[in-house]
C-alpha cells in the first residue's frame, strides 16, 4: 500500500514545479524535478533535450546527475526525488540504479509512466534495491503546465510554437516606453515553415506612402518607436517587422536555422502578402544587408530608400575594423548586455528605453540569432549573400529610379562615416546625407528629426 504524503512534499513538488515552468519558457516539454536529502534540496532539474541535443536529459536525470555530483557518490542512498509528471522507463531505471529512499511524481502519464500507468518498475520485488513511489502530489498543477504547453502547439491555435522553436512571453512586452502598437502576426509564408512572425502594421492601407522599417542585430521594430509617430501623421502608413529570432517574433533555438537567403525570402514574401505598394524602404543595420537586396526583386513595389548605418556586403571590400571588432567581441562574449550596449552609445535614452532592447531575450536559448548574426555578415567573394550583394549594388547604382536620403550617426564605431559614404557613393539620387554629430550606431535613436526630414523629402515623390 503507498504511504501517505508527507508534511513537505506539496513544498518540495512547489519547487519542482517551479524548474518545469523554466522548462517550458525555454521550449521544452514542463517537466521539473528535485533531489531532496534530510530535509535540504541537493539539485534540481528540468526538461532539457531539445536545447541539449540529448534523448536522455529528462528532468528527473539531470536532478540525479547534479545530485551525485554534490554528494561524490552515484549511489543516492536517502534521498528523495520529487518530479511533476510520472517518470519514464529509462528515468525510472536510473532512479532503481541511484537507489532512492523515495521517488514523489505529481501528474500520472498514461503514454509513457513507468511507475503504475504502462507499466511499474517499482513494483519487482526481484530487483535488488526497493524504492518507495507516491504519485498524485499536486498533479492538477503539474498536468495543467502541460496542457498549456501542448494547446499553444496544437488546435485552436493560429500561430502554434514548433518544438525547435522558442516564444518569448507576451508579459515581457508590457508596458514599454513608447510601443503602444498592437501587434500582428502570421506563420503561412512558405519560407516559415510554421513559424511565427510578428510585425507593426499602422495607418490606412491605401496610404500614399508606406514605410518599411527594417531593423538590424541586436535590435528589433522597437528601433523604429521614434519615427513611426511622424511616419503616421503624415498620412503614411508603417509596417516593421521583427526579423525571426528578434523581437516578438519566433526564435529557433540553433543558430544553424539562421541564414542570408531564408531571412531574406522571408521578407520578399512578406511584402507580396500584405502587397506593399509605394514602398519607402527604411534601413539600419542587418536591415540594409538584407532590405537592400530586395527592390531589384520587384522594383515596381519601391518609391523611396532612406538608409542609415547599414551596408552592402560583396565580399569584395574588406569589412570595417569596427565591424570586425564588433565580431570578435560577440564570439568572445556571446552573452553581452544588451541595455549596457545601447546606454553607451545613447546617453539621451532612459534605463527603461535600453532595458526594452532586452525584452525579447530572457535568457541564452532565446538569443541563437544574435550569436548567428555577426559570422553571417559575408566577407568573401563565394560567402552567402555575397553574390545578391554584388547585384544589389549594381541595381542601387545602376537601375534604381526612385528618390533616395541618407542619415549618418557620426559616433558609431562599427558601421560609421567612412562605410556610409562609401555606400552613398553608389546610390542614385541620393543627395547629401544629414550628418548626425551626437548619433551613434542605433541612428533611429535620433528618429524623430530624421523622419521629419524624410516625410518632407519623399513628400515631392508621386506615385508610379
Not at 111 to 130: C, I, M, R, Y
Not at 249 to 257: I, L, Q, R, T, Y
Amino acid at each position: 500500500m503507498p504511504r501517505p504524503p508527507a508534511p513537505d512534499d506539496a513544498h518540495f513538488m512547489r519547487l519542482a514545479l517551479a524548474e518545469a515552468r523554466a522548462a517550458g519558457e525555454a521550449g521544452e516539454v514542463p517537466v521539473g524535478a528535485v533531489v531532496v536529502k534530510d530535509g535540504v534540496v541537493l539539485a534540481t532539474g528540468r526538461n532539457a533535450p531539445v536545447d541539449g541535443h540529448d534523448p536522455t536529459a529528462h528532468a528527473e536525470i539531470v536532478a540525479l546527475r547534479a545530485a551525485a555530483r554534490a554528494l561524490g557518490n552515484y549511489r543516492l542512498d536517502g534521498c528523495s526525488l520529487y518530479v511533476t509528471l510520472e517518470p519514464c522507463a529509462m528515468c525510472s531505471g536510473a532512479m532503481l540504479h541511484a537507489r532512492l529512499a523515495r521517488v514523489v511524481f505529481g501528474a500520472a502519464d498514461p503514454k509513457t509512466g513507468a511507475a503504475g500507468s504502462v507499466l511499474d518498475l517499482f513494483a519487482h520485488t526481484q530487483l535488488n534495491h526497493q524504492t518507495q513511489v507516491l504519485g498524485g502530489v499536486l498533479a492538477g498543477e503539474g498536468a495543467e503546465l502541460l496542457r498549456g504547453f501542448f494547446q499553444a502547439r496544437r488546435g485552436g491555435n493560429p500561430h502554434p510554437l514548433r518544438e525547435d522553436a522558442l516564444r518569448t512571453p507576451d508579459a515581457r512586452f508590457q508596458n514599454l516606453p513608447a510601443y503602444p502598437w498592437a501587434p500582428h502576426y502570421i506563420s503561412d509564408l512558405p519560407a516559415l515553415n510554421g513559424l511565427r512572425l510578428h510585425h507593426l502594421d499602422e495607418g490606412p492601407r491605401d496610404a500614399p506612402v508606406t514605410w518599411l522599417c527594417l531593423h538590424g542585430n541586436p535590435a528589433w521594430s522597437y528601433l523604429y518607436r521614434k519615427m513611426i509617430p511622424v511616419f503616421l501623421a503624415s498620412g503614411g502608413r508603417v509596417v516593421a517587422p521583427d526579423l525571426i529570432g528578434f523581437g516578438r517574433s519566433d526564435k529557433p533555438k540553433k543558430e544553424g536555422a539562421h541564414s542570408f537567403h531564408w531571412h531574406r525570402q522571408v521578407l520578399l514574401e512578406l511584402v507580396e502578402r500584405l502587397d506593399l505598394q509605394n514602398v519607402v524602404l527604411v534601413v539600419q543595420d542587418w536591415g540594409g544587408l538584407l532590405g537592400l537586396t530586395l527592390p531589384m526583386a520587384a522594383p515596381q513595389r519601391y518609391r523611396g530608400l532612406l538608409v542609415m548605418n547599414t551596408l552592402l556586403a560583396t565580399g569584395e571590400q574588406p569589412l570595417s575594423p569596427g565591424f570586425l571588432a564588433w565580431r570578435k567581441m560577440c564570439a568572445q562574449n556571446p552573452g553581452f548586455d544588451i541595455p549596457r550596449l545601447f546606454a553607451r552609445g545613447n546617453p539621451q535614452m532612459s534605463a527603461e528605453e535600453c532595458a526594452a532592447y532586452d525584452a525579447p531575450f530572457p535568457d541564452r536559448g532565446h538569443r541563437a540569432a544574435l550569436r548567428a548574426f555577426p559570422p553571417m555578415v559575408p566577407e568573401r567573394p563565394d560567402d552567402e549573400g555575397a553574390a545578391l550583394g554584388r547585384e544589389a549594388l549594381e541595381f542601387w547604382s545602376q537601375r534604381w529610379s526612385g528618390q533616395s536620403l541618407m542619415a549618418v550617426g557620426l559616433q558609431d564605431p562599427v558601421l560609421g562615416e567612412p562605410v556610409m559614404n562609401a555606400l552613398h557613393a553608389v546610390i542614385r539620387n541620393a543627395p547629401e546625407p544629414l550628418r548626425l554629430p551626437q548619433a551613434g550606431h542605433f541612428v533611429p535613436e535620433h528618429g524623430a528629426t530624421i523622419a521629419e526630414a524624410a516625410v518632407r523629402h519623399f513628400a515631392a515623390v508621386r506615385p508610379g
